[in-house]
């Protein structure tokens, strides 16, 4: 119950901001924080999971992790080409 009410949450929230991000009809500089605090919300996931996985010696725990940042950064350049255009 509690899990599904949290999941609710989130996707809300996260896509809310990430429609809100990428709308043309948001000014640049909401867009871009908003840009930033998704990508802070990703960074701190990507260093939750690299730290529990140095812990614990789970080489897949630090592969998410690695995965977890390559698709942040891979967002990141997507969103500022869109931004910039």
Not at 24 to 32: S, T
Not at 47 to 75: P, R, S, V, Y
């Amino acid at each position: 119950m509690l899990e599904d009410f949290v999941e609710l949450i989130f996707e809300i929230i996260f896509e809310g901001v990430f429609d809100a991000a990428t709308s043309k009809k948001a000014p640049a500089w909401l867009r871009v924080l908003l840009i930033i605090i998704i990508a802070a919300v990703c960074g701190g996931l990507f260093l939750l999971f690299f730290i529990i996985g140095m812990k614990t010696q789970d080489n897949e725990l630090i592969f998410l992790a690695f995965l977890i940042l390559f698709i942040e950064i891979a967002a990141l350049i997507y969103f500022y080409k869109k931004i910039k255009k």
